[in-house]
């Protein structure tokens, strides 16, 4: 539950991670709060409509749509990216 509010967190603050994984994510060993960290490939974003081409990330965790877009002339929604990441990551 806390990855999702981190990940709702940057991205109503207009920040796409675009690099979640397990090595990108903080849980301390007596509970506390989950960290994101490696904001090294993050994006700014105006909405959940914005769109972004390039690719980013790490395999096994780059969304299809991501992957796809290496022409630089595919696009695609980084918010939605992460959001697959997210489930990559909890698989």
Not at 49 to 75: L, N, Q, W
Request: proline share 5%; aromatic share 8%.
């Amino acid at each position: 539950r806390q990855l999702f509010e981190a990940i709702a967190f940057m991205h109503d603050n207009g920040v796409a991670h675009v690099d979640i994984k397990p090595r990108n994510i903080i849980i301390p060993p007596r509970g506390g709060k989950l960290t994101i960290i490696d904001f090294s490939s993050s994006v700014r974003v105006r909405d959940s409509k914005h769109m972004f081409c390039g690719i980013a990330g790490t395999k096994g965790y780059i969304a299809p749509e991501v992957r796809g877009s290496r022409d630089r002339k595919s696009k695609y929604n980084p918010i939605m990216a992460d959001l697959w990441s997210c489930g990559k990551t909890l698989e």
